[in-house]
């Protein structure tokens, strides 16, 4: 037995795992339809930098189609998969993220949203009909697009600032936003030796302004509330969960906070999630927003465009916490 249990943990050496916490029910819920939710997601985005989004409008057979084909994709053999990798940074890859030696419970494919670049390795995976996902991830991505581009500008009249101050760099046909599949195994064994949950996605906060995230039923999202508190935010799988990236932190001068989350691995079930990630282009000045300045208040930030936050980006470790380069001591 000690053997056995040796050997497990050998396996997952470098995996870390963390207690689960209890499900949190104070998550903001916003009604897309609701003519109050734009006073409502600034609330949100203040005190959480987090909220789920109903009544939102994107269908689900699209849903559910995309997600059937992702399926396929992970179920397929090890080697077969790792023909789409390994992600520079697209493409699959398994348990390692990033590029400086992060490792998690999960096996992903990452793709840029931009049509003629979505990598041609992972699509062509799809041996079966490589043109069906092709089609279903560009149509997932537009509807991603278009929900995002719908609650920035409701975002931005709560914000009582131009409607359009936001939406547009996502808008605008060189923004830089990317796609990403993910996939959590479940993993009974290390459960039942040590009652603790490997970390499939360690704690980071997203970089670009928005991020919209979609799961099945399976719990395992935790996001850090404002006290520092983790909690479970119970799965939902027929609503998304919106992320304040640390692009729209700066933008707001700090009112929003991007919001720190990770995904443990569930014991008993797969959890499968499809998160749409929205950047402005390569070469935006990333900076408060001078409608949202206050007379007299200063920037919290010195200027960089995106281009300068992905190069420092790419050079740090998950957890790390990524404007601090970029902040006015
Ligand atoms: C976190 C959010 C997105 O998943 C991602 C990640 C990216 C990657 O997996 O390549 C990064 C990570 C994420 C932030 C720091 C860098 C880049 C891994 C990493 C260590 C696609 C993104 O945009 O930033």
């Known amino acids: 037995m000690v053997v056995q249990s040796q050997l497990v943990f050998d396996h997952f050496a470098p995996i870390k795992s963390c207690k689960r916490t209890a499900l949190f029910t104070g998550i903001p819920v916003i009604n897309l339809k609701d003519p109050e939710a734009k006073i409502q997601i600034v609330k949100a985005c203040e005190d959480f930098g ?3 989004l ?6 689900d057979e699209l849903i559910a189609a995309l997600e059937s084909q992702t399926l396929k994709f992970f179920h397929l053999p090890q080697s077969e998969k ?3 990798g390994p992600p520079d940074p697209f493409g699959y890859g398994s ?5 400086n030696g992060d490792v998690g419970w999960i096996e992903y494919l990452l793709l840029n949203t931009n049509p003629q670049l979505i990598s041609q390795k992972s699509i062509s995976i799809f041996h079966e009909n490589p043109e069906i996902f092709r089609c279903l991830v560009e149509e997932y991505i537009s509807a991603m697009k278009e929900m995002a581009c719908q609650v920035l500008e409701l975002m931005a009249e709560g914000l009582k600032i131009e409607k359009s101050a936001l939406s547009k760099l996502l808008k605008d046909e060189r923004s830089d936003c990317c796609f990403r599949l993910n996939h959590y195994p479940p993993c009974p064994e290390l459960e039942a030796l040590s009652g603790r949950n490997l970390i499939g996605f360690g704690e980071h906060t997203d970089p670009q302004i928005i991020s919209v995230l979609r799961s099945n039923n399976t719990t395992g999202l935790h996001i850090c509330l404002r006290d520092g508190n983790w909690v479970s935010v119970p ?5 998304f969960f919106i992320n304040v ?7 707001t001068n700090g009112r929003f906070k991007s919001v720190k989350h990770k995904v443990l691995a569930d014991p008993i079930k797969s959890r499968f999630s499809m998160i749409y990630f929205g950047g402005p282009p390569l070469n935006e000045k990333i900076a408060p927003l001078p409608s949202l300045l206050e007379e007299g208040e200063k ?10 936050y992905k190069s420092s980006a790419y050079k740090s470790r998950l957890a790390d916490c990524r404007l601090t380069p970029f902040e006015i001591k």
């Open 50 to 52: 987090f909220f789920k």
């Open 245 to 251: 990236g640390d692009s729209l932190q700066v933008m």
């Open 299 to 308: 920037s919290l930030y010195r200027e960089f465009t995106w281009w300068d």
């Open 95 to 99: 348990k390692r993220i990033g590029p």
């Open 82 to 84: 790792e023909k789409a």
């Open 235 to 239: 799965p939902d799988h027929t609503s």
């Open 54 to 59: 109903v009544n939102h409008g994107v269908s």
